[in-house]
Structures are given as C-alpha cells and as structure tokens.
T-cell receptor, first 114, second 114 residues
Framework: GENVEQHPSTLSVQEGDSAVIKCTYSDSASNYFPWYKQELGKRPQLIIDIRSNVGEKKDQRIAVTLNKTAKHFSLHITETQPEDSAVYFCAASHATSGTYKYIFGTGTRLKVLA | ETGVTQSPTHLIKTRGQQVTLRCSSQSGHNTVSWYQQALGQGPQFIFQYYREEENGRGNFPPRFSGLQFPNYSSELNVNALELDDSALYLC?????????????FGPGTRLLVL
C-alpha cells in the first residue's frame, strides 16, 4: 500500500547547525510533497512544498530536495534557531479520482539546543 | 494562521457514544479533508468532501461519516466510539482543482474516549 517513511524520529542539533530530515515514498504516482511543522498543541503549518517537476526549492533557511528516481525527498534547515524546535511531518500526495489524499510520515521531533 | 476553524477544541466522551466535530473552511475553499492524528503519529486520512459529496476515503470504518454544507463547512460524525478513537481530529481545506493540493489545517479537536 501507500507508505511514507520518515527518518530520523528525533533529531537534536546545536543552535546554528543544520538539520536534515529525510522521507521516502512508495507510490510512484505521487507528485506533490509538502512539509508541515507542528508545535505542541498546535495545528500543522505548511512550511514548504515541492512538486514533482522541480528538483529543489528554497525559502530563506529552509530548502527541500526531491529525487523522483529514488523516491526520496528531504527537508534542510540551515542556521537552526530554538524556535525551529517542533515536530516536522513530510507528506506525499497525488490526485486519485479528484481526491488529493496526503500520506504522512511518522514525524521527526527536532530539538535545537541553545 | 489559516482561516480554518474547528469546534469544539476539546471533548470527552464515553465508549459507545456518538460525537460530531465541526470545521469551517478557509474562504474560497470548496474541498475539505479530515484526518485523525493519534499521539506521536502523523495524521491519517479519513475522507475528503468536495461540493457536498464524499470524494475519497481512507481505511476507516463506516461509523466514521461526514457532511459538507453549501457554505463548505463540514462535520465529522463518529458513532459507537471506541477507546482507540481518542486522538486529535484535524480538518484541512483546499481550493480544489489543479492547484488544490495544498491543504491548510485547522487547530484540531482533541477527543478523549473513556
């Protein structure tokens, strides 16, 4: 079935260092890959997304890369700050009969140590 | 913050009861999806509604049902509650169409079944 694997499950970095979170998807029809940040007790918030016709996208300190052949995509956060501490979820999506269903990874708890 | 709202924020029910959760979509969004997020897990797709009709469903039993109204607000109904139904229930709205893959989440309803 459709599956998204996410690693690592927890990640601790020193403030100012970079953090990388990796996801692998199983459905080759997936063509849209959003990343969400979820702080404790709050809603998932979209931080960046990428479509399958693009290999890389950057927004300030955040970047996402996509390797369609390997079915891998990764989130890169540079110059991490304590406020980056949260749970990050990747997701893969494609349209099936007009339905855009997201398959989420299991999440990565990022801790940025001051 | 997104324009997606949910009510109530918290709810406690007992096993066997029924519950209705509500979602108000972001203005201009005609598609709503519902997700169940168990503690420490990624959101799991329940179903999606488009123009008042169910437009796709995940691996959830029929006791999970929904409605979408002409103003695009939505309800999630769960009958015969089980302990494992305890979770955060998220709705997400999107504008639909070819650009409709980006989903914006509401703050969620935390349901506890005793």
């Amino acid at each position: 079935g459709e599956n998204v694997e996410q690693h690592p499950s927890t990640l601790s970095v020193q403030e100012g260092d970079s953090a990388v979170i990796k996801c692998t998807y199983s459905d080759s029809a997936s063509n849209y890959f959003p990343w969400y940040k979820q702080e404790l007790g709050k809603r998932p918030q979209l931080i960046i997304d990428i479509r399958s016709n693009v290999g890389e996208k950057k927004d300030q300190r955040i970047a996402v890369t996509l390797n369609k052949t390997a079915k891998h995509f990764s989130l890169h956060i540079t110059e991490t700050q304590p406020e980056d501490s949260a749970v990050y979820f990747c997701a893969a999506s494609h349209a099936t009969s007009g339905t855009y269903k997201y398959i989420f990874g299991t999440g990565t708890r990022l801790k940025v140590l001051a | 913050e997104t324009g997606v709202t949910q009510s109530p924020t918290h709810l406690i029910k007992t096993r066997g009861q029924q519950v209705t959760l509500r979602c108000s979509s972001q203005s201009g969004h005609n598609t709503v999806s519902w997700y169940q997020q168990a503690l420490g897990q990624g959101p799991q797709f329940i179903f999606q509604y488009y123009r008042e009709e169910e437009n796709g469903r995940g691996n959830f039993p029929p006791r999970f049902s929904g409605l979408q109204f002409p103003n695009y607000s939505s309800e999630l109904n769960v009958n015969a509650l089980e302990l494992d139904d305890s979770a955060l229930y998220l709705c997400a709205s999107t504008s639909g169409g070819s650009g409709g893959q980006t989903q914006y989440f509401g703050p969620g309803t935390r349901l506890l079944v005793l």
